[in-house]
T-cell receptor, first 113, second 115 residues
């Protein structure tokens, strides 16, 4: 069964460093999302991406965040200068046209020290 | 803006019994979708069940069913014949039928299964 794949599963980085979280959505999917879940809290929307551009972003998604679909298969989230409060689980999700539900990857646990 | 409320931070149920998790939401839209996602200790988000707002019939997936009360804006999840593998966090989520279709999640209910 096709699935959304995220790498790495866990990343530890020093405050102020740049990180790139990678996602490979399901191959025929057209809509891509990043969500964040701080430990013990609810899942929060960060950004959605369609037709090679951002379609919506939340207040959390400020200038330190960016997304890219560099090669037609990968979908990346870059955090330019990480802060301690960026420590969270980051989920990638995708869905295809006409399908109501999004399928989630297994998440990347980001720890900023 | 839409909001999703899960008023039960924790629930427990005896194995093989039935449990109901509550969810209410607030929206002014007429076209939307509702979901229950399960998050086991691995923290992956797994879709359990979905409901289209335009459908009057409650969705069912094996042991999982929902009670969708559109007028009351209520969307509860019933798990029948609870199994140890059902232990997880359960998140209720809302998605608009218009626009970019992001998911808005509730705060979750942690379900414990008692052997």
């Amino acid at each position: 069964e096709p699935e959304v794949t995220q790498t790495p599963s866990h990343q530890v980085t020093q405050m102020g460093q740049e990180v790139i979280l990678r996602c490979v959505p399901i191959s025929n999917h057209l809509y891509f999302y990043w969500y964040r879940q701080i430990l013990g809290q609810k899942v929060e929307f960060l950004v959605s991406f369609y037709n090679n551009e951002i379609s919506e972003k939340s207040e959390i998604f400020d200038d330190q965040f960016s997304v890219e679909r560099p090669d037609g298969s990968n979908f990346t989230l870059k955090i330019r200068s990480t802060k301690l409060e960026d420590s969270a689980m980051y989920f990638c999700a995708s869905r295809t046209e006409g399908v109501t539900e999004a399928f989630f990857g297994q998440g990347t646990r980001l720890t900023v020290v | 803006a839409q909001t999703v409320t899960q008023s039960q931070p924790e629930m427990s149920v005896q194995e093989a019994e039935t449990v109901t998790l509550s969810c209410t939401y607030d929206t002014s839209e007429s076209d939307y979708y509702l979901f229950w996602y399960k998050q086991p200790p691995s923290r992956q988000m797994i879709l359990v069940i979905r409901q289209e707002a335009y459908k009057q019939q409650n969705a069912t997936e094996n042991r999982f069913s929902v009670n969708f009360q559109k007028a009351a804006k209520s969307f509860s999840l019933k798990i029948s014949d609870s199994q140890l593998g059902d232990a997880a966090m359960y998140f209720c989520a809302y998605r608009s039928g218009f626009g970019n279709e992001k998911l808005t999640f509730g705060t979750g209910t942690r379900l414990t299964i008692i052997p």
